[in-house]
């Protein structure tokens, strides 16, 4: 059977001269980056190229991904989300795309990588606690004193708010890490059940079809995951940017 | 694909290149894993600069063309839309609205015509009716004239006709009482004797 981690390896594409003793050669998860991204923009380009009135297909769908993410924003930051809203779309998009090219096969999940969730959730962070010392200053660090809190249990409270917000990027970096591996590994250790089952003469072609019909079913099951776990990230991100955004009201 | 062996920090992590054979089984790998840093291709960290850096690069680009290009363009399409939708009503509204005073209008002005309609009727009926009692009036006292005059004219006929009777009976009279007596009587005897039996 084929190994179900040999898809996750990394390869160089273009090798680059290291920097600073950095090697910063393209590989292939930095290929469908760009290729994610490229298809973002293609698609993009394509949806809001006519701006109809009454939209195409095409359109509809772009539409209806702005709309969707323009709600969440609306909904979950408020009044002032509209200014989050390309980072968050950004975010969405971007995932999206890296997940729903690493569905076709051959294709290199790049959400696979712990490098990239992982910086996606860092990057997440680094954008809450900039917008948060921007709009608070020092007024920031009242996110981990919530009011209402008996005074001798408020140290307690601040470590674990401190602790809490500390796990939001390696929650975040986890999720969609292990939602990607998982689903892409039980899609290739099924797939090779299918291939060796069906090697093994009649009885194993029976169990070769059930397994070829859980093949098939996990990969519509894959396809939301691709979609939800692309969402969940831009909900997060939304909740995390309201927290500063709204520190006042906490 | 480059199959070279790239040097990479820190503490002199080789990252092994994959061997040409796609296949090669779990011993085959978990040992690979045993060289690398850990058993996952994701914790090849030797990769991992390369990977972060190109990320933020990428999603810089993104979010610029995202953000300055195609999300306004999007949105504005959304809002266009919503624009003109309302514009729409409201047009809708508007020409709606003039229907109604146009049709309440055009209600008013039937019931005034109408209104009109039925007092020329009214005054042309009482016209006609007035004109009509006054001709009945004319005929019917025209008639009344004829036949007043007619009754007087019967009435003075009878009376002629009575008084030739009267005279004819007194000389009847006269006659009968001059061959029974032989004597005529006077004029004036004759009629007091009618006028005797006659009462």
Redesign the interface.
């Known amino acids: 059977m084929a190994d179900p981690m040999h898809q996750f390896e990394i390869q160089q594409v273009l090798e680059l001269p290291a920097v600073a003793g950095f090697d910063l050669s393209i590989t292939n998860s930095a290929l469908w980056m760009i290729i994610a991204a490229a298809s973002v923009t293609l698609f993009f380009a394509a949806a809001s190229a006519k701006a109809a009135v009454v939209p195409g297909r095409l359109q509809s769908v772009g539409e209806m991904l702005y709309e969707l993410i323009h709600n969440l924003t609306d909904s979950i930051i408020g009044h002032e989300g509209k200014k989050y809203f390309p980072f968050v779309f950004t975010l969405f998009a971007f995932i999206l795309a890296m997940n729903l090219l690493g569905m076709v096969p051959y294709f290199f999940t790049s959400t696979s990588q712990l490098a990239v969730t992982a910086t996606l959730g860092l990057l997440v962070i680094a954008v809450v606690i900039a917008v948060g010392f921007a709009r608070n200053g020092l007024g920031f660090f009242k996110l981990f004193v919530p009011s209402g809190v008996p005074f001798f249990v408020l140290p307690l409270v601040v470590v674990i708010e401190v602790i809490s917000f500390l796990v939001r990027p390696v929650t975040l970096a986890l999720r969609l890490f292990g939602n990607m591996v998982g689903g892409h590994v039980v899609l290739k250790v099924f797939g090779g059940f299918v291939v060796s089952l069906g090697a093994l003469g009649a009885l194993g072609i029976v169990g070769a079809l059930v397994t070829l019909t859980g093949t098939v079913a996990i990969t519509a099951l894959e396809f939301m995951v691709a979609f939800l776990q692309a969402f969940v990230f831009a909900v997060l991100a939304c909740v995390y940017l309201n927290d500063v955004v709204n520190l006042h009201s906490h | ?2 199959q ?1 062996t ?1 040097e ?2 820190p503490g002199g992590a080789i ?1 092994e ?2 061997p040409t054979t ?5 011993h ?2 978990t040992e690979a894993a045993e060289h690398g840093s850990s ?6 960290f ?11 690069i ?2 810089a ?3 610029v ?3 300055k290009l ?2 306004p ?6 809002e ?2 919503a624009a ?1 939708i309302e514009g729409d009503l409201a047009d809708a509204r508007i020409a709606r609205d003039e229907a109604e005073r146009q049709s309440s209008e055009a209600a008013a002005e039937l019931a005034q015509a109408r209104a009109r309609a039925q007092k020329t009727a009214a005054d042309a009926k009482a016209a006609a009716k007035a004109e009509a009692d006054t001709r009945n009036a004319a005929e019917e006292a025209k008639l009344h004239e004829r036949l007043a005059a007619a009754e007087a004219g019967i009435q003075a006929g009878r009376e002629k006709a009575m008084s030739n009777v009267r005279n004819l009976a007194a000389e009847t009279a006269e006659a009968i009482v001059e061959k029974l007596s032989g004597q005529a009587p006077t004029r004036a005897e004759v009629d007091a004797a009618i006028a005797r039996n006659a009462a």
């Open positions: 694909m480059a070279t790239p990479l920090e990252v290149t994959p796609l296949s090669h089984d779990l085959e790998s058993g996952l291709p994701q914790f090849e030797g990769y991992w600069p390369g990977q972060i850096f190109w990320l933020l990428v999603f680009i993104l979010y063309i995202l953000s195609f999300l363009r999007v949105g504005g399409a959304i266009a839309r003109k």
